[in-house]
């Protein structure tokens, strides 16, 4: 996530090098006409996004990048305005074959860890042809299929799904020793995956990579999932009332009542539009043992408190005024608003998330 950006390749990526420390010597040959004088440039992936590290240029149809990296990674090469060559790199001597015209078939050799990479994709090429073929039975059928038959494709294309799925995780285990793996993981499958089966792939990551970036990106992901898992004890943070006074989330919740931390804007539509709703049962349920507070991710003061004026909101609010910048988004993977969590009188997770219409049932039933 944004606070693990690595540090700058340029540092890394230079066109000569004197120590006798394990390094790189990327050797780029390169067919095709108009190439010499091409501006080369080299980018790595944060939050799947480029980030230009580096720059030479093409003479006779090559260019050599040397250095070194203390850990395998990814990079994107882009010649002129074609690429990008995907580079997994590592302290090694690497060659690289590409014709200008098509440098996504570029022919690496030297790099483990991008045979590693290449390798995970063969992997999956049996598993997606079948998938493929699954669908195009159902789009080029030339007699209607019925309802069985087409459930029937369905649930094949699902069991198809579910051994690729254990196919990539088999990867993961297989080679924990590998910074291909959390890059991989990253990628694909862990946002989708449930608590009790990611810490355990995270956890048998090798002692050698832990410090890697993409390691680390899966770690603080596996760190957030678990502050926010039903029984967790909810994690404190720092704003600011709608008078200016610092406030923290521990000065309302695990106080001994049922607390509703809700993420909302003054901005955001469907939170307003939810705000009735949350009225009528905070003036329901307040002396009951419920509370609610509000955290906003406003990034106009006088918007927010507007707001909760027109909104007639009287329960405690908070906010930064980041925006999306906002400290507990990232806390608690916050990726829409509205959002609410409701805690329980010690403070643990009881519903994460939560509606507005699930709050009403689930009020009812705890508060009696």
């Known amino acids: 996530m944004k606070k693990l950006l690595w540090l700058p390749f340029a540092v890394l990526l230079v066109l000569f090098s004197c120590s006798s420390e394990p390094s790189f010597k990327v050797r780029f040959r390169i067919e ?5 004088g091409q501006r080369v440039r080299i980018a790595m992936l944060d939050d799947n996004v480029p980030r230009f590290v580096d720059s030479t240029v093409v003479k006779g149809n090559e260019f050599v990048l040397r250095g070194k990296v203390q850990f395998p990674d990814f990079y994107l090469v882009y010649i002129g305005n074609n690429g990008p060559v995907e580079l997994f790199l590592e302290n090694s001597r690497i060659t690289v074959d590409c014709s200008i015209d098509s440098l996504s078939q570029a022919e690496v050799r030297g790099s483990a860890s991008h045979d590693l990479f290449t390798s995970f ?23 209607p299929l019925t309802d069985s038959q087409r459930d029937s494709v369905y649930a094949g294309i699902d069991n198809i799904n579910k051994d690729l799925r254990k196919s990539m995780l088999d990867f993961f285990r297989t080679h924990n020793n590998s910074v291909v793996s959390p890059f991989l993981l990253n990628h694909t499958l862990l946002r989708e995956l449930p608590l009790n089966e990611l810490k355990p792939i995270v956890d048998q990551f090798a002692p050698e990579i832990k410090d890697s970036r993409h390691t680390l990106r899966v770690r603080e992901y596996l760190d957030m999932k678990m502050r926010t898992v039903v029984g967790a004890q909810f994690t404190d943070f720092a704003m600011s009332d709608t008078t200016g006074n610092p406030v923290k989330l521990s000065d309302y919740v695990g106080k001994g009542k049922y607390v509703l931390m809700d993420v909302w804007a003054a901005w955001c539509a469907p939170c307003r539009a939810a705000n009735p709703t949350l009225v009528a049962l905070y003036n329901k349920y307040r002396s009951r043992n419920f509370e609610i507070v509000g955290v906003s991710l406003d990034r106009e003061r006088a ?5 909760i004026r027109d909104d007639k909101l009287t329960w405690p ?48 039933d705890l508060l009696k």
């Open 303 to 307: 918007a927010w408190l507007k707001g």
């Open 317 to 364: 609010q908070m906010s930064d005024v980041k925006f999306w910048q906002s400290e507990v988004v990232e806390l608690y993977d916050i990726n829409t608003i509205p959002f609410a969590i409701l805690f329980d009188p010690e403070g643990k997770v009881l519903y994460y998330p939560i509606s507005a219409s699930e709050l009403e049932k689930v009020l009812a």
């Open 32 to 36: 095709g006409e108009n190439v010499d």
């Open 121 to 143: 994709f063969e992997g999956m090429e049996p598993y997606m042809e079948r998938i493929q073929a699954a669908r195009a039975s159902l789009s080029e059928a030339t007699v």
